[in-house]
């Protein structure tokens, strides 16, 4: 083995040396290398949206893309209107004037509906109303009067356009499904007498368009808003914008002030800028081939993805890192940069080459995972390490041997605080081996115990500062008017015309008044509406509006007449409720904004109880944004799971593979284990769940902790090779790779640390989880390497307490 | 509310005039080529069968006929109508007082057979949907001339015949509530002043609507078209569609008043 790890360094010497020789050549070739990949960044493009979570041919994904096919979006977005007074002339006609406003100017508008102009059908003695509710202004104190009344007695309205108290009113905007769906020009628009070729593939909205119509409801929001018309803006579309707008302001700041943090410590450590330079040179030329390389690929940016740049900071620092320290110890000895740097890689290379591909290996886990952005981060985060491995072996060293580099006086040895702390560490893990490892094994046990426990979690709204806006609306909206989101429940009648059954459409209408008096802890079924409702108020309409008359008509041959009456009086919001052929109807069931985890229990519920009451012959889909989302959270839990298994098994035998020894191999695992584990301890004691993004930590954690191992397995060997002497290896390998791993440590904790200035829930999260890990990966690994060495090579340890 | 005889336009109205042809193409405005298609005779005292096929976007259609009646009174308008089919709601009737001026919401009854009531329904919506198809009660009746602005784009060809094409926008907020379109652009063929396609922008949605009249025929003497294809988009794709086609056209019938009456409505077809 020694002998390989020999011929190996041989070789990283020799291809150093050639590369130095060649230094101009070799740095214009890489940089127009970067240029090409680089420019594939032209083509990226972005996709926030919830949809985007999941992998295009998942079967839920096509249901709901079915779904949206057949009647549009679900997910609305809700402004509601908290006025002094809702039923006043100047009330109604500030309500119908936004109303107005919003319809003739929000941008991908597929419908809108408030109080101006919700379907009102009524009988009115022998007359059936069929109109607009405001279609005819109420102009007296009567007539205002009369309209609450009617308002407030229909059940259509009631806790959907008004509160029950009568406080609060909304107005509904529908955006449009797909994408480009606005007006072309007018020869566009004359050339559409020809049926197309071929049927019109759609992409949904994009994100520009949603944040456009956000916006623009916003901002006409922000007109009517006043202390007597308070305005709340709440629904999917507004929560995930404000999302995506923090998470990138969020991250474009932080990740800014961590860049120039990092940048300080390295200055402070190196006391040189090509020490700041040249690893940011290599974070960048990593990170923008890997975008470039996204582009090139067609895969688009996601949420998730704002995380990669913080990573391959984390990563690349560290082999860039390694390489300086050994460099410029080197340059003490001799004042020759192109010597210098080939001894530096000799040392360091291999040690590189194995921290880079474990770390590729273990991202490249997730690459399988079935939360979509989650296996692009893991494709992508392993190509950028590989493509971060391949600057730094080859840009490095021809610019170190390009850039003059003074050698600052030499540090006097074992003067430095580094130094003193380093001796001190080596020496209590060597002493007290045993103990620290039985301490270490302790500790891991107790926190896999807490880690255990975790929850997981997928509920954005909690990522949100809980002062803003979008937060407060949404809490607002969910207490008032008991809800802001659905679950929409498809029912399959599986023939033509079989909404025209009684005995379904009974069941139907019994489903919605036993779900709207369902609730478990503080979930709660805010409104179930279905093609029922719509039969029940055209049966009352008809029977002079009476009461006793809500309800669905004892003669079935009295339904499709209905329906046909229904149709014809001018709406067509029965193509919301049931496709053309009536043989499918929508359900949908509309609940406060929750934790998916928190959903999963009604969804589960509606799953299991459609199908009881409606038996069979009938099938049920559940489908929407709520589960979506839960099926995000599974796959979530499903692929952390299986990825950190994987993860841990693929890293385990690399390090067997490497260290050439199953037992020392095993043993090495542990101090990777403990910061992941302890990590995980925590946040279930501090009640951080695992969601989309704590998870990312785990493989950020095992990334640095695995290559703090190798570093020092690598470098233990070579001195232990030469010595034969356990401690004095110990000294040797924390006083060169181990100075270069508190350089990182410290720069990547306090550049993670950094987030914990975030207004965002998650990003602080994710400072705190991430900034701690790697932290706790130093000191796992530098109380437990030297310990662990102790304790395998008993020999030599009792040889040397002999001494 | 609407016209049948105006449904055998489509929307469109025409006028057939044999002074028209006449005249040299390029003299007259757009606004005199619309009066002609107003002023052209459509017939009267009509009776017609029509069937309805519903296409939906996944290409599902359902097909309703029915049999109409029609008779004008002045500029006004009477209709009554029965369905046929689907067996479900045969005998389902509707009669309607159609009023040429916009100011006047129109008078509609309708018959339920299986409720045995006659409702009298009171709407001042006309541009909502027409017996579930893509025609709007608007798209079944005259415009009113005046409501609209008119504009020459061009001329054209359609399947062979010159026509003009002919922007019209609505003349103030109320008449584009009115009809929910915020622009309409008419092909008015030159020979016959009948308006054989058109494109409705609609109010909401950022909708379109084609109206095509695929098949014109004529008929005692009087210019119709007898098949009607009307498909709303979004985006270049369609939503929905409605094909209707006239048969039995039958013009200058013996239809007395007692025919357009809520007794008559209750008998059935």
Redesign the interface.
């Known amino acids: 083995m020694a002998d390989i790890r020999d011929r190996i360094e041989r070789g990283f010497e020799g291809l150093t040396a050639f590369l130095c020789r060649r230094r101009w050549w070799v740095v214009a070739a890489t940089l127009a290398v970067a240029a090409g990949l680089a420019s594939g960044m032209a083509r990226l493009t972005i996709d926030t949206s919830n949809e985007g979570f999941l992998h295009p041919d998942d079967p839920t994904l096509a249901q709901y893309e079915e779904f949206k096919n057949q009647f549009g979006r679900e997910d609305m977005i809700l402004l509601a209107i908290e006025p002094a007074d809702l039923f006043t002339d100047a009330t109604l006609r500030k309500i119908k004037a936004l109303h107005d406003e919003l319809r003739d100017n929000v941008p991908h508008l597929n419908d809108i509906i408030s109080l101006a102009n919700a379907r009102n059908t009524h009988g009115e003695g022998d007359r059936l109303v069929v109109d607009d509710l405001l279609a005819a202004w109420p102009e007296t104190e009567a007539e205002i009067a009369a309209l609450k009344d009617r308002v407030l007695a229909n059940p259509l309205y009631r806790d959907r356009l008004v509160s029950r108290d009568a406080r609060m009113t909304t107005i509904v905007l529908e955006l449009d499904a797909f994408s480009g769906a606005g007006a072309g020009g007018v020869a566009d628009a004359l050339a559409g007498f020809d049926e197309p070729a071929k049927p019109v593939t759609r992409a949904k909205l994009t994100d520009a368009e949603n944040r456009a119509a956000v916006e623009t409801v916003r901002a006409i929001a922000a007109k009517y808003e006043a202390a007597d018309f308070r305005l709340y803006m709440a629904g999917t579309p507004s929560v995930t914008e404000a999302l995506k707008r923090a998470m990138q302001e969020d991250m474009r700041k932080f990740m800014g002030l961590a860049l120039l943090t990092i940048g300080l410590c390295l200055l402070a450590m190196f006391r040189r800028i090509v020490g700041v330079v040249l690893p940011f040179l290599v974070v960048v030329l990593s990170f923008v081939s890997t975008m470039g390389a996204m582009g090139y690929m067609g895969t688009p940016i996601k949420l998730p993805t704002v995380i990669l740049p913080s990573f391959l900071l984390a990563v690349s620092v560290g082999a860039a890192v390694h390489v300086l320290a050994i460099f410029f110890q080197q340059l003490r000895k001799e004042d020759d940069r192109a010597a210098a740097a080939i001894h530096a890689m000799g040392h360091s290379g291999l040690a590189i080459v194995m921290t880079s591909l474990t770390t590729a290996v273990g991202l490249g886990s997730f690459a399988t995972a079935e939360v979509a952005p989650i296996a692009d981060l893991g494709a992508y985060a392993s190509l950028g390490v590989l493509l971060s491995l391949a600057y730094t072996i080859i840009l490095l060293p021809p610019l170190l041997a390009i850039i003059p580099t003074r050698p600052h006086a030499a540090a006097p040895e074992g003067g430095g605080v580094f130094e003193r702390l380093l001796d001190a560490v080596a020496d209590f893990s060597t002493r007290h081996a045993r103990a620290v490892v039985a301490t270490g094994v302790v500790v891991i046990v107790v926190f896999v115990a807490s880690a255990a426990q975790l929850r997981f979690s997928h509920d954005v709204l909690t990522w949100l500062p809980h002062d803003w806006p979008v937060y407060q609306a949404t809490r607002k909206v969910d207490r008032d008017l008991r809800g802001s989101v659905v679950i929409e429940v498809i029912v399959d009648s599986g023939r033509e015309n079989g909404l025209y059954d009684r005995e379904l459409l009974v069941r139907l209408d019994g489903l919605a008044r036993e779900l709207e008096a369902w609730s478990e802890g503080d979930l709660f079924v805010g409104k179930a509406t279905s093609v029922a409702d719509i039969l029940k108020e055209i049966h009352q309409a008809l029977n002079e509006n009476q009461p006793e008359f809500y309800r669905i008509p004892e003669n079935e041959k009295l339904i499709p007449q209905e329906f046909l009456l229904f149709e014809n009086s001018g709406s067509d919001d029965l193509q919301d409720v049931v496709d053309s052929s009536f043989s499918k109807a929508r359900f949908t069931v509309k609940v406060p904004w929750r934790d998916t985890l928190e959903l999963v229990p009604l969804l589960t519920h509606i799953q299991d109880r459609f199908p009881e009451v409606l038996g069979p012959g009938v099938a049920v889909t559940v489908t929407g944004i709520t589960s979506l989302f839960s099926r995000t959270l599974y796959a979530a839990i499903h692929s952390a799971a299986k990825s950190y298994v994987i993860a841990f098994g693929a890293i385990t035998l690399m390090m067997i593979l490497l260290i050439g020894r199953i037992r020392l191999g095993l043993a090495a695992m542990l101090p990777n284990l403990a910061p992941i584990v302890i990590v995980m301890g925590m946040m279930w004691w501090v009640g951080i769940p695992l969601n989309m993004f704590t998870m990312l930590t785990g493989s950020i954690a095992i990334g640095l902790a695995v290559d703090d191992t190798i570093h020092f397995m690598h470098n233990f060997r070579r001195y232990f090779a030469q010595t034969g002497d356990v401690r004095a290896a110990v000294h040797s390998t924390l006083h060169t790779s181990g100075r270069a791993m508190l350089v990182t440590s410290i720069v990547l904790s306090v550049g993670f640390y950094i987030y914990l200035f975030s207004a965002m829930n998650n990003v602080f999260q994710f400072g705190l989880l991430t900034g701690s890990a790697i932290a706790l990966a130093l000191l796992a690994l530098f109380l437990m390497g030297p310990a662990l060495m102790v304790l395998l090579n008993p020999e030599t340890a009792k040889k040397e307490t002999g001494q | 509310m609407t016209g049948m005889r105006k449904a055998l336009l489509a929307g469109l109205l025409a006028a057939l005039s044999v002074q028209a042809q006449a005249l040299p193409a390029a003299a007259q405005t757009a606004r005199e080529i619309m009066e002609k298609m107003d002023a052209r005779d459509d017939g009267d005292n009509a009776v017609t069968n029509l069937e309805m096929t519903?296409i939906?976007?996944?290409g599902?259609t359902?097909v309703r006929r029915i049999v109409s009646y029609t008779k004008d009174k002045g500029r006004d308008m009477q209709r009554i109508m029965f369905?046929l089919e689907?067996a479900?709601?045969r005998g389902?009737g509707?009669l309607t007082y159609d009023y040429y001026s916009g100011e006047k919401d129109d008078d509609q009854w309708?018959y339920?057979?299986?409720?045995r009531?006659?409702?009298?329904?009171?709407?001042?919506?006309?541009?909502?949907?027409?017996?579930?198809s893509d025609f709007s009660?608007v798209d079944m009746t005259r415009r009113v001339l005046d409501e609209w602005t008119y504009r020459i784009?061009k001329e054209d060809e359609v399947r062979g015949a010159k026509v003009w094409?002919i922007?019209a926008l609505p003349r103030d907020d109320t008449v584009r509530d009115r009809y929910g379109y915020d622009k309409s652009?008419i092909f008015v063929r030159q020979d016959i002043f009948l308006g054989v396609?058109a494109?409705h922008?609609l109010r909401?949605?950022?909708k379109?609507k084609?109206f095509?009249m695929k098949q014109v025929e004529q008929i005692d003497g009087i210019w119709m078209g007898t098949e009607l294809d009307m498909k709303t988009?979004?985006?270049?794709?369609?939503l929905?569609r409605t094909v209707m086609r006239f048969s039995n056209v039958r013009y200058n019938q013996a239809l007395d008043d007692e025919l357009f009456t809520v007794r008559r409505l209750e008998k059935g077809p």
Do not use: C, N
Not at chain 2, 112 to 115: G, S, V
Not at chain 2, 117 to 132: E, H, L, N, P
């Open positions: 519903l939906d976007k996944q599902d359902r369905f689907p479900d709601v389902t509707f309708l339920l057979p299986e409720l009531k006659t409702k009298r329904i009171a709407s001042s919506d006309k541009s909502g949907s027409f017996m579930g009660y784009l094409v922007e652009v396609r494109v922008w909401d949605g950022g379109l084609y095509d988009t979004k985006g270049g794709e369609t929905h």
